[in-house]
């Protein structure tokens, strides 16, 4: 673990994964600023011992508080909601703020940039990375790739990295595992659909990966456990554990992934298995809970 004692850390959008970084860092020794638009997050990480700003990512407000004495910066804004112009205020305008504060001040620190694996859309259940990956097939996907190409072209960073994070789950959030606990008979959604996930924790630990690499400079990296599951797969593994029946799938795909639709109910989500083979080649991370049923093994009670 390299030392990073007196350094400064900035956090964007401070929110779920900003809790987690705000502890490591002060544990770190590290000097954290965290500029979130939620006051009880702001409560939660100064009782942790970081400084707080209240404000949005997309606005300016912020810049004067950052200053220009910054190491790191991570920016892990979530949508300010309101559809598609939620989606372009948080992650194109936020990281349009971002690069502006970074060349007003000149920062030439290490740079991260949680973006999403909506990113990348369908590719009919196959494997695919970060060069395979194909283009998003939705607005709130294509957004997410432009705010990537924006921040890998403006940052002045000397180390500038996209995190392309999988789904979420943790301490505190499983919305599944909630759901199962109550016994419902239907799931919306389809069964036979790959689900790329990754635990809170193993999230920090990339980012931390890519801090403590001297060899990076402009990169994308998909964060994702070990092995995708069908979503059909695990919820019959959690409705066992939990000694529940297993629900049906609501418009759940025939064996040859012909969805079945109910009026004016979406398809299914981009169908693709995403592998992390290069953060892990390129950092020596790799993820502490592999699959789902290490994840969530402990969060079951």
Known sequence: MADMRGKRLLILGCGYLGRFLVADAVARGMKVLAVSRNLDTLRDVEALGATGFCGMVDESAWHDAAGQDVDFVVNCVSSAGGGLEGYRQSYLKGNESLCDWAERVGFEGAATYTSSVSACGDAAGKWVDEKSCPLPGNERGKIVAESERLFLERM??????????????????????????????????????????????????????????????????????????????????????????????????????????????????????????????????????????????????
């Not at 599944?176 to 069964?191: F, H, I, Q």
């Open 156 to 301: 002045t960073a000397s180390s500038k990295i996209v995190l392309r994070l999988a789904g979420l789950y943790g301490p505190g959030r499983h919305l599944m595992l909630d759901r199962l606990k109550t016994g419902p008979a239907e799931l919306p959604g389809w069964a036979d659909y790959y689900l790329n996930l990754v635990r809170i924790e193993d999230v920090a630990s990339s980012i931390w990966a890519c801090f403590e690499s001297e060899e990076l400079s402009s990169e994308l990296f998909n964060v994702v456990d070990d092995q995708p599951a069908l979503k059909g797969e695990m919820v019959s593994w959690l409705a066992e554990k939990l000694g529940v029946g297993v629900p049906d799938f609501v418009g759940a795909s025939s064996a040859s992934g012909v969805g079945s639709r109910r009026l004016g109910e979406k398809g299914p989500p981009a169908n693709r298995r995403i592998r992390n083979r290069a953060l892990r080649e390129s950092t020596g991370w790799s993820p502490r809970f592999s699959t789902f049923r290490e994840g969530f093994a402990d969060l079951m009670d």
